[in-house]
């Protein structure tokens, strides 16, 4: 079975200031990892995608993760937050080809 | 491409009523899922399709759920009948089939008295 752990339901930063959302995985095979967003009264965004490669894996408006398979995580990272930033995250695991799986989400909140 | 299209957005109804939620997905998409998202348990996986058959619905909470896919354009999700628990936003995503990213549609708001 797939599942994703976000250990934190908040994560407050301030504006100008590196961001990290946390995301650890357990899944069977090769892990397919994901990171979305959603805003108020929105739907899901994706920001990013691991599937294989380099590590270091780069997306959307700024956004970066970090996968470490010792670690089984997939941290998503940002150097400098902004306050547009503040929503609603969420890790994905995938082994393929079956439905995401999903972490409950952390709320990010970016204060000026 | 107008992305997935859902509805309504907004659905009140009181309980013991049917409800119907709607879902259009991405012109050449193979993949149609429906999740629903509360507070207590986050995004749950009711049921997904593949080239409009049903592959899983071990998500669907009760018979009271049904879900439809008559066409590659065209899917429903039924409640009948609603009960207040059932409250939660709804979602539908699609895929296409050398993907592996899920596109989400605007989600629908369901609030049942």
């Known amino acids: 079975a797939q599942s994703v752990a976000q250990p934190e339901d908040q994560v407050n930063v301030a504006e100008g200031n590196p961001l990290t959302v946390k995301c650890t995985y357990s899944?069977?095979?090769?892990?397919?990892l994901f990171w979305y967003v959603q805003y108020p009264n929105r739907g899901l965004q994706f920001l990013l995608k691991y599937i294989t490669g380099d590590n270091l894996v780069k997306g959307s408006y700024g956004f970066e993760a970090e996968f470490n398979k010792s670690q089984t995580s997939f941290h998503l990272k940002k150097p400098s937050a902004l306050v547009s930033d503040s929503a609603l995250y969420f890790c994905a695991v995938s082994s393929g080809n079956t439905p995401l799986v999903f972490g409950k989400g952390t709320r990010l909140s970016v204060i000026a | 491409d107008a992305g997935v299209i859902q509805s309504p957005r907004h659905e009140v109804t009181e309980m013991g009523q049917e409800v119907t939620l709607r879902c259009k997905p991405i012109?050449?998409?193979?993949?149609l899922f429906w999740y629903r998202q509360t507070m207590m348990r986050g995004l749950e996986l009711l049921i997904y399709?593949?080239?409009?058959?049903?592959?899983?619905d071990s998500g669907m909470p009760e018979d009271r759920f049904s879900a439809k896919m008559p066409n590659a354009s065209f899917s429903t999700l039924k409640i009948q009948p609603s009960e207040p628990r059932d409250s939660a936003v709804y979602f539908c995503?699609?895929?296409?089939?050398?993907?592996?990213?899920?596109?989400f549609g605007p989600g629908t708001r369901l609030t049942v008295t």
């Open positions: 012109s050449g998409h193979d993949y």
């Open positions: 899944v069977s095979g090769n892990p397919y």
């Open positions: 399709f593949n080239n409009n058959v049903p592959i899983d």
């Open positions: 995503a699609s895929r296409n089939f050398g993907g592996v990213e899920q596109y």
